[in-house]
């Protein structure tokens, strides 16, 4: 089973751990009902169409509203630390969330002990306090943005906001930095890098470029990021390979951007829509 | 506030750059100081704390030494109580500097460090607000999209991360170039 990790932009979303489904454009899990706009609804959202097309059961997720003072991610890290080494997931992807170094290292140590460690995804804020913690070899899976690549690539920065000029800059070449980031041990076993052109690398360098369909409109586009991430963890969950899966993950997440149609306004919802479409046109065709 | 970061105490030696660093208990507390401060025309900046007391998302206010007493007197009258004042010892990380512009046609995107938003220039309406990891993130999309630019509240009002930071610089331009 998938599971996932992150937080709801409300103050006072409870802590929930359930099974989340599908309804429309919101996520239910217990009572709770949640508009998919973006951030880990939108990740979820895609993720449950992912699982749905690829005939495996929903994701079972651990959610807290935080509008980022910390508050309720504190009380998700403590319900980590004490009850994940009971769970048998096969993958667990973690998503938007408040980067703690010293709350994140106590949660892996918990996952360091489990009988059978699950293949581990991060995006957001738990890829950022995994590189700042000096942990990312410790994830089979990272799905940075291409500022983010450059962040991963900066050995000294602590977050994307003092990522060094000289490594941010345009001019930078994706694969260099792909390179830098495994020189510093700050990049998990794969990265899947999107942008303009869709990137899988590993230590040894890029191993796919997914670049069509090519749709300008997306970059702006709020939660284009966060559907890859549930496409690529609900295909990883479902039996597929970590390499397989983000070039296919790509494809899908192109493909739903492509056939929504995009302006740079709008909405993620559009998007995860198409996701089915998408998936039929990669999966079935030769 | 929340308490999120624990500081660790710094060794206090002797300065050579004439620069201190105000420590706060979190990023919302340095923006209001930020605020307070340059509105009271003093020399200070915003950057990334020491290595030695970084535990996360975390930002300090570096000033003149010599007006320590004046600027925690005028902290201390709003109630802003910064956790340490100490001298700088290491070299400060610098906030992003690159800011990037791109159209497409009559939208403005900007992108400051991870964050971007975007802007229909017809209507100064902010259609989009993406990038980032922090969970405000979400909630400041929630809040900015499909108001005017001039209506909009604004991360450094109602953010608290360095992903909020960072949007605020991006707004700041947009609103600069609208």
């Keep these: ?286 | 506030m929340f308490n999120r970061f624990k500081k660790k105490k710094l060794e206090i030696i002797p300065n050579k750059h004439g620069r201190g660093i105000l420590v706060f208990e979190n990023t919302t507390e340095v923006i209001r100081a930020e605020n307070i401060l340059k509105s009271k025309g003093w020399e200070i900046k915003v950057m990334g704390p020491p290595p030695n007391i970084r535990s996360g998302c975390d930002l300090v206010i570096e000033f003149p030494l010599i007006e320590e007493l004046s600027i925690v007197r005028s902290l201390s009258e709003l109630n802003i109580k910064p956790l340490q004042v100490v001298p700088v010892n290491d070299d400060l990380l610098d906030p992003v500097n690159l800011i990037h512009e791109k159209e497409y046609g009559k939208y403005l995107m900007i992108r400051a460090a991870n964050m971007k938003i975007t802007v229909d220039r017809d209507t100064k309406i902010i259609v989009n607000v993406s990038g980032g990891g922090c969970p405000d993130v979400p909630y400041l999309a929630g809040q900015m999209v499909n108001r005017h630019l001039d209506e909009a509240p604004q991360p450094k009002d109602i953010g608290h991360t360095l992903c909020a930071y960072a949007l605020q610089i991006a707004y700041d331009r947009m609103v600069a170039l609208c």
Excluded at chain 1, 26 to 34: A, K, Q
Excluded at chain 1, 40 to 56: G, Q, R
Excluded at chain 1, 124 to 129: P, R
Excluded at chain 1, 188 to 209: M, P, W
């Design chain 1, 1 to 286: 089973m998938l599971g996932i990790v992150g937080t709801i932009p409300e103050e006072n979303f409870p802590l929930v751990c359930g099974t989340v489904s599908l309804e429309g454009d919101n996520i239910i899990v217990d009572e709770n009902r949640i508009s998919v706009n973006r951030g880990t609804p939108a990740m979820i959202a895609a993720a449950i169409e992912t699982l749905k097309y690829m005939d495996m059961p929903n994701p079972f997720c651990y959610l807290v509203g935080d509008i980022g003072n910390g508050n309720g991610c504190k009380l998700l890290y403590k319900e980590l630390e004490e009850n994940i080494i009971n769970t048998s997931f096969e993958t667990l992807a973690f998503h938007y969330f408040q980067p703690d170094v010293n709350l994140f290292e106590k949660v892996i140590k918990e996952i360091s002990k489990m009988p059978k460690r699950p293949i581990l995804i991060a995006d957001a804020g738990f890829m950022y306090v995994a590189k700042m913690g000096g942990d990312a070899p410790f994830f089979d899976l990272f799905t940075p943005d291409v500022g983010e690549l450059a962040y991963l690539a900066d050995e000294k920065a602590p977050h994307p906001f003092y990522t060094r000029g000289f490594i941010l800059h345009e001019d930078n070449q994706i694969p260099d930095l792909i390179k830098r980031a495994y020189q510093y041990n700050n990049a998990a076993s794969y990265l899947l890098v999107k942008g303009a052109r869709d990137y899988v690398a590993d230590k040894d360098g890029i191993l796919s470029i997914i670049e069509n369909p090519t749709v300008e409109a997306l970059e702006p586009i709020g939660g284009t990021g966060d559907t890859l991430t549930g496409i690529v963890s609900a295909l990883i969950s479902s039996g597929l390979d970590i390499k397989t899966a983000s070039a296919k993950a790509a494809m899908v997440n192109r493909l739903a951007g492509f056939y929504a149609k995009p302006t740079p306004a709008t909405q993620i919802y559009d998007i995860i829509k198409q996701i089915p479409r998408a998936l039929s046109e990669v999966f079935e065709s030769k």
